[in-house]
Structures are given as structure tokens and as C-alpha cells.
């Protein structure tokens, strides 16, 4: 694709990739009115997201006071810049194992393929599978979880980069398979259109190298319209839109962690030589359709009620 045909998609066209008819837009609304708002974000583009997302900060909180660190100011003016931030040390080798260890101990599945029921990440029923997923719920009863999304350098970067209070919503872990032929779903460049404004933090619970899946990110195109489809993006796409310079390959120890504004393109590599696993959790100025409708445990005390609200009662 030209650079002069990477151009902004009709809206119409970008809404359809979203929602096919205005019969299933309905019957989504009356199962989740959180839909409602996830479903029309396709319509915008850059520019409209940027304007609607200072409207919706108009009437969000703010943490009174807010004194972030100079980590904090960092993080922030990398996403502002880049679209993603420095890789950050590893976190405490006990953490980590902890985490490992919950993960290693818990079957995951494939969503697209029901049939073939819960498997454990070393016994994977099918080639077919690229990707085995843990559930919300599973994710955040993980042990440690709570206080690495509520790290205090985190949201606070968060909260300066949105302009308002983050909320934690779309959390998630998952194992990347090794040996497989085509890239699948997330592993495919993509833009994520689930708020006007959303920050991904990234755990690397593997070790990540060339080899191992590691995430790429092209870089500025979180301030760009361009290949705006709704759709996933080629690789010849992106680097014919973007050049194959803004490509940023992300590869560090287990236990690294970075932020991203994951309206930018990315995706995981295909693992080549040994299975990675992935923990996620992302900030929203409002929740989304992909986290639980209620809360799914007490707050165990000490974490901010606003920015847990999706998870903790």
C-alpha cells in the first residue's frame, strides 16, 4: 500500500468492521449498555478521540494534589512521545516466581476454540491454538496482582498521560505457543478501540528474546490516523504506511514490564523456540465490555476503590 492510500477508512466502513447491523448493535446495547460506547469507538478517528477523550476527562476525577515521581513524569513523557515507554527493571525474583508458579498450576483455554475444553500451557491440544488465555477473574486472584496494577508510579503515569483517574479494566495473562505456522488474532498488527483513552501495562513472565514472541510496537502511530480500518493490518501495510523504522521490537528478562498506549499498532511475535508468558493489565478513563459486570472479590484493603472499581467490591 502507497503512503498516499494510507488514509483514514469511511466511517461507515470502520463502524461495520465493529457492528454489522443495527439489529445486533441493539441487542448488544440490552446485554451490556457498556457495549454502547465500545461499539460506536470505531468511529472516530485520532483527532475525534483526542476531543471527545478531554470531554469525557472534563467530568472524570482527579487525585487531589498529585505529586508523581520522576519515574512517573518518565513513563509519561515516553507514551507522549513514543507510544510506549522504557523497559523497566525486572520485578522481585519472589513475585515473579510466585507468579509463574500460579500460572504453571492453572489450565488455560482458547475462547475460539471452546470444544477442545481447559489444557495445561505444556500440554496444548492442538496445533490449531496459538494462544492459551487465563480469565479475568483468574488473572486478578493471581498472586501479587493487585499491587503490581496499583504500582504507585504506574497510575500516576496513567493519570497524567489520560488526564484523569484511571480505572483498571481488560486484564489478562496468556501463553504464546511456540512452533507455530500463522500468525493469529493479537499476534497481528492491530490497534485496541476500547476507550478514547487506554494505557496497557506489560509483564513479561518469560524471558523474552528474538525468539521467544517478544512484543512490537510502531512507534508515533498512537498520534496517527493513518490505516485507521478497525481492521488488522499486513506487516507490508504497516511498513509501507509507517517505514520499517518506527518498528520497535521489545526484548528483555522475565519479570521487565512497560507501558503502552495500545491505540498505536502492535502485536506479539510468533514464538519460535519456546513458549512466552504474558500478563496485562489495562487503564480506561470509564470500563469496558471485556471485564466482569459486577466485582468478583473484596477489596483486600489499601487499594483505591475508584481505580478498582471493575474488580473490587
Known sequence: MSAAAATTTPFIERLR????????????????????????LPLLDYRGRQTLGRLVCHFKPRTPDLAPSPLARSLCADLCEEGFTAIQPPIDAQ???DLTAYFRSLPCHDPYRPHLGRFAWDQVPSDDINIGYYTPDEVIRAPHALALANHPDVLAAVELYLGARPILDNIGAAWGFAGRATAKGVQRFHRDYDCVGNVKLFYYLTDIDEDAGPHVFVRGS??????????????ADIEAAFGTGKLVTLTAPAGSWFLEDVYGFHKGLLPVSRPRLLLAFQYNLYPTPHSPKAPVMDNPGGFDPYINQVFLR
Do not use: C, M, W
Not at 465493529?18 to 461499539?39: G, K, W
Open 17 to 40: 468492521t465493529r457492528i454489522p447491523s443495527v439489529s445486533q448493535f441493539l441487542r448488544r446495547a440490552r446485554t451490556d449498555r457498556r457495549n454502547v460506547a465500545y461499539d460506536l
Open 95 to 97: 513475585v515473579l516466581g
Open 222 to 235: 498512537h498520534r496517527s490516523s493513518i490505516l485507521e480500518t478497525g481492521k488488522a493490518q499486513t506487516d
